[in-house]
């Protein structure tokens, strides 16, 4: 008889641990692939800001007046 309880106990235990192990599997997709996109926001964003930085620094190097046109106005 306790054999049979044992074995009946086992039997109603492995889908719920199976269960679990999905869940956990599961889990660590969604983390990984949050993961991925994250990083591929913050690149993306890196980019945008590096790109905005590069017109800024162009522009107002080409609106520098130069050293002569500094001169005449003094």
Request: avoid cysteine.
């Amino acid at each position: 008889m306790d054999r049979t309880l044992h074995d009946s106990q086992n039997t109603l235990a492995l889908p719920a641990v199976e269960n679990v192990l999905t869940y956990e599997r599961q889990v660590a997709e969604i983390g990984s692939a949050m993961q991925s996109k994250l990083a591929e926001v913050v690149n993306a964003q890196y980019l945008e800001a590096n790109r905005q930085v590069q017109w800024f620094v162009e522009n107002v190097s080409q609106n520098i007046p130069s050293a002569p046109s500094l001169q005449s106005h003094f």
